[in-house]
Antibody, heavy 121, light 107 residues
Framework: EVHLVESGGGLVRPGGSLRLSCAASGFTFSDYWMHWVRQAPGKGLVWVSHINNDGITTNYADSVKGRFTISRDNARNTVYLQMNSLRADDTAMYYC??????????????WGQGTLVTVSS | EIVLTQSPGTLSLSPGERATLSCRASQSITSNYLAWYQQKPGQAPRVLIYGASSRATGTPDRFSGSGSGTDFTLTISRLEPEDFAVYYCQHYDTSLTFGGGTKVEIQ
């Protein structure tokens, strides 16, 4: 069974940093692209970043570009999101998700339960 | 950048009724890259429909997706109590875009 477990969230002051982790199990992690998606309290889903299966290709939403860095360790079956220069509007639940591997249909077929990041002084 | 607009924002219906949710893209998109997700309070989203019309594993057959070009629809033929939730459409290109969501609530 596929499991994605996020950790690393918490309360941080504006301008601070956090590193989120997403530990994967139940599948061959190195075969899959991975994504981070966030959801501010009471709001909709917003894509944050993705990384391809070997970690070479990454992409970011404009709102986090230059502040967030996605990476992965295929030996540890873990994807990370390093978040720097955090702002109040980064407050959200952060989900990691796995992309369905087919190039024909592109969607997120498994999601973690999320980790909450709160940016506040 | 493609924008997905979902309507209505809220749909108030009773169990047993039919729900029709709309997702409109700002430009024509490939149906293969259009998916629908369901999210219940306190839970992560889960995929219902991919490729605009294919049901994901575990999706009941009362859920169906249709559409092409710029207009896509998620239909729930007869609402069950567990179907009251928020639904999002999603398009995947070089990045990933979600619609703003439609909340299906009990009338």
């Amino acid at each position: 069974e596929v499991h994605l477990v996020e950790s690393g969230g918490g309360l941080v002051r504006p301008g601070g940093s956090l590193r989120l982790s997403c530990a994967a199990s139940g599948f061959t992690f190195s075969d899959y692209w991975m994504h981070w998606v966030r959801q501010a309290p009471g709001k909709g889903l917003v894509w944050v970043s993705h990384i391809n299966n070997d970690g070479i290709t990454t992409n970011y939403a404009d709102s986090v570009k230059g502040r967030f860095t996605i990476s992965r360790d295929n030996a540890r079956n873990t994807v990370y999101l390093q978040m720097n220069s955090l702002r109040a509007d980064d407050t959200a639940m952060y989900y990691c998700a796995r992309r369905f591997p087919s190039g024909i249909h592109l969607y997120l077929d498994s999601w973690g339960q999320g980790t909450l990041v709160t940016v506040s002084s | 950048e493609i924008v997905l607009t979902q309507s209505p924002g809220t749909l108030s219906l009773s169990p047993g009724e039919r729900a029709t949710l709309s997702c409109r893209a700002s430009q024509s998109i490939t149906s293969n890259y259009l998916a629908w997700y369901q999210q219940k309070p306190g839970q992560a989203p889960r995929v219902l429909i991919y490729g605009a019309s294919s049901r994901a594993t575990g999706t009941p057959d009362r859920f169906s997706g249709s559409g092409s070009g710029t207009d896509f629809t998620l239909t729930i033929s007869r609402l069950e109590p567990e179907d009251f939730a928020v639904y999002y459409c999603q398009h995947y290109d070089t990045s990933l875009t979600f619609g703003g969501g439609t909340k299906v609530e009990i009338q």
